[in-house]
Antibody, heavy 123, light 108 residues
Framework: EVQLLESGGGLVQPGGSLRLSCAAS????????MSWVRQAPGKGLEWVSS????????NYADPVKARFSISRDNSQNTLFLQLNSLRAEDTAVYHC????????????????WGQGTLVTVSS | EIVLTQSPGTLSLSPGERATLSCRAS???????LAWYQQKPGQAPRLLIY???SRATGIPDRFSGSGSGTDFTLTISRLEPEDFAVFYC?????????FGPGTKVDIK
């Protein structure tokens, strides 16, 4: 059974940083691309970033480009999201999700999702 | 950049009724890259439909997807109590993910 467990969320001041983690199990982690998707309170889903399974390719949504950084450790089956220069509008539940392919170009859907970790940006 | 629009914003129906949800893309998309998700309060989204019309593993056959080009539909043939939720369509293109704003199906 695929399991994705996020951690690392919390309360941070504007301009601060956080590092989110997503521990994956139940599948061969290195053979799947992964994504982060966020959901602001009471709002819809917003894609944040994706990373390929094993060649390091990444992609980012425009609102987070140059502030957030996605990475992964295939030896530890863990996905990361480094959040820098945080703003109030980054407040959201951050979900990690498994893409359906290995490469970003061959993926199509987010087949499995974690429950998410809440990031609150406030002074 | 593809923009997805969903209608209606809210659909109020009774258990046993048929639900028809619409997703419209700002330009023609390949059906292969169109999916639907269900999200219940406090839960993670769940993949329902991929490739516009293929049900994901474990999804009951009362859920069906159809459409092509710019117009796609999710149909729930007979609503069960556990089906009331928010439904999102999603497109994957240029290695980016786009979601529609969602349709809430609530109990009338």
């Amino acid at each position: 059974e695929v399991q994705l467990l996020e951690s690392g969320g919390g309360l941070v001041q504007p301009g601060g940083s956080l590092r989110l983690s997503c521990a994956a199990s139940g599948f061969t982690f290195s053979t799947y691309a992964m994504s982060w998707v966020r959901q602001a309170p009471g709002k819809g889903l917003e894609w944040v970033s994706s990373i390929s399974g094993n060649d390091g390719n990444t992609n980012y949504a425009d609102p987070v480009k140059a502030r957030f950084s996605i990475s992964r450790d295939n030896s530890q089956n863990t996905l990361f999201l480094q959040l820098n220069s945080l703003r109030a509008e980054d407040t959201a539940v951050y979900h990690c999700a498994k893409l359906s392919g290995t490469a970003l170009t061959t993926s199509r859907v987010l087949s499995h999702w974690g429950q998410g970790t809440l990031v609150t940006v406030s002074s | 950049e593809i923009v997805l629009t969903q209608s209606p914003g809210t659909l109020s129906l009774s258990p046993g009724e048929r639900a028809t949800l619409s997703c419209r893309a700002s330009q023609s998309v390949t059906s292969t890259y169109l999916a639907w998700y269900q999200q219940k309060p406090g839960q993670a989204p769940r993949l329902l439909i991929y490739g516009a019309s293929s049900r994901a593993t474990g999804i009951p056959d009362r859920f069906s997807g159809s459409g092509s080009g710019t117009d796609f539909t999710l149909t729930i043939s007979r609503l069960e109590p556990e089906d009331f939720a928010v439904f999102y369509c999603q497109h994957y293109g240029n290695s980016r993910v786009t979601f529609g704003p969602g349709t809430k199906v609530d109990i009338k």
